[in-house]
């Protein structure tokens, strides 16, 4: 299994970014997908969930309204769009799949 998040970047408040998650290695058209991310000294924080359809998604109250999580499973890849970013959501966001794999992390730094 593997799972390659990319696109975090610094970027002021306000700002948008994408990021990605290629995955490979388990069939990714069948397993719901998932966003985390973590702030240093922080617990990891569950930031949204998509079904493997791609047509239900949840979202962590802090998030909701502010990032979208979408899927392309003809490329076997997961997206989170980021938009009015804030501080607070400075971390390092990580995509997972439903047996717990994840990828390395990219960082996201809002200042």
């Known amino acids: 299994v593997q799972l390659v998040e990319s696109g975090g970047d610094f970027l002021q408040p306000g700002g948008s970014l994408r990021l990605s998650c290629a995955a490979s290695g388990f069939t990714f058209s069948s397993s719901a997908m998932s966003w985390f991310r973590q702030a240093p000294g922080n617990r990891l924080e569950w930031v949204s969930t998509?079904?493997?359809?791609?047509?239900?998604?949840r979202y962590a109250d802090s998030v909701k309204g502010r990032f979208t999580i979408s899927r392309d499973n003809d490329k076997n890849t997961l997206y989170l769009q980021l938009n009015s970013l804030k501080s607070e959501d400075t971390a390092m966001y990580y995509c997972r799949n439903v047996r717990g794999d994840r990828g390395q992390g990219t960082q996201v730094t809002v200042s």
């Open positions: 998509i079904n493997s359809g791609g047509d239900n998604a």
